[in-house]
């Protein structure tokens, strides 16, 4: 079944270590995106890419960045994680940028920073 | 700034039965697409309904139907005949229809549970 994959499921780092969470898919999509999700807390937005072009929130801290090698393919990095970096991070595609289309999520990476 | 607001962080619901989860949205353009998205335990989050604000007809999609009033800025969840299946946090959903604004904000949730 085409869908999203994200690896690792789970993600051990150590304060100030950096990191690279994946994504990929197979259901060819343009978009991708990456949201945050801290514990009992709405899913956040960090940034996203339509095709090779990177849109970046204006509230996403500079440690956070992403890179998309591929259509299939995008990575989250942090640089130097705090442990306020400690959340879900939840991958997504959309087919294109229509304001009424369906997002596709992945399961999820849950980050821990010690 | 677009704000979508859960006020029920839990709700439960005896199997078989009829249950409602609120949201509210707080928004200045006319023209908005609003959606409800169900996350399953340690599974990926999907879409269960979505309604386009210029459309007065609530949307349904089998169980699943919405009550849509848009002066009142309220984007309620209908799940009939709930089935365990259902037992999920619930998110509901605004994106703006601008050009350049493609960011999807979300509530902070409604946990569903099911009572067999």
């Known amino acids: 079944d085409a869908m999203v994959i994200q690896n690792p499921r789970y993600q051990v780092t150590q304060f100030g270590k950096p990191v690279t969470l994946s994504c990929s898919q197979t259901?060819?999509?343009?978009?991708m995106y990456w949201y945050q999700q801290k514990s009992s807390q709405a899913p956040k937005l960090l940034f996203h890419?339509?095709?090779?072009?990177?849109?970046n929130e204006a509230d996403t801290p500079d440690n956070f960045q992403s890179r998309r090698p591929n259509t299939s393919f995008c990575f989250l990095d942090i640089r130097s994680p705090g442990l306020g970096d400690a959340a879900m991070y939840l991958c997504?595609?959309?087919?294109?940028?229509?304001?009424?289309?369906?997002?596709?999520f992945g399961p999820g990476t849950r980050l821990l920073v010690l | 700034a677009q704000t979508v607001t859960q006020s029920q962080p839990e709700m439960s619901v005896q199997e078989a039965e009829t249950v409602t989860l609120s949201c509210t949205y707080d928004?200045?353009?006319?023209?908005?697409?609003l959606f409800w998205y169900k996350q399953p335990p340690s599974r990926q989050m999907i879409l269960v309904i979505r309604?386009?604000?210029?459309?007065?007809q609530n949307a349904t999609e089998n169980r699943f139907s919405v009550n849509f009033q848009k002066a009142a800025k309220s984007f309620s969840l209908k799940i009939s005949d709930s089935q365990l299946g259902d037992a999920a946090m619930y998110f509901c959903?605004?994106?703006?229809?601008?050009?350049?604004?493609?960011?999807?904000?979300f509530g902070t949730g409604t946990r569903l549970t099911i009572i067999p």
């Open positions: 997504a595609t959309s087919k294109g940028r229509d304001r009424g289309e369906t997002q596709y």
């Open positions: 259901l060819n999509h343009n978009v």
């Open positions: 890419y339509y095709d090779k072009d990177f849109n």
């Open positions: 928004t200045s353009e006319s023209d908005y697409y």
């Open positions: 309604q386009e604000a210029y459309k007065q």
């Open positions: 959903a605004y994106r703006p229809t601008l050009f350049g604004n493609e960011k999807l904000t």
